[in-house]
C-alpha cells in the first residue's frame, strides 16, 4: 500500500479484505456502540512510522488499548 494512503480508509480496506478482524488485538474487545452500531477500533502502527503499511507493522485496536500502550507507556 502506498505510504500516502490515509489510515481510516487502509483499516476499511483491511476488514473488507479479511486481513484483519473487526476485533481489539490486544484485549479482544469487539462491542459495537450502542449509539450508531460502529466498533471503536483504531489502526496503530506499531513501531510508530504512519507510513510503514506493511501488515506486520499494523494493529487493530480499541481506544483504551491505544491510549495506554501508544500514549502513556511511551
Partial sequence: MHPDYPPHRLRKKLFA?????QVCEVCGY??????????PLVLAFKDGDRGNHLLENLEIICYN???YYYLVKR
Avoid at 479484505?17 to 478482524?21: D, E, I, R, V
Avoid at 469487539?30 to 466498533?39: A, C, F, H, I, S
Fill in 17 to 21: 479484505s479479511n486481513l484483519k478482524q
Fill in 30 to 39: 469487539n462491542e459495537p456502540r450502542v449509539t450508531d452500531g460502529k466498533l
Fill in 65 to 67: 488499548c491505544f491510549l
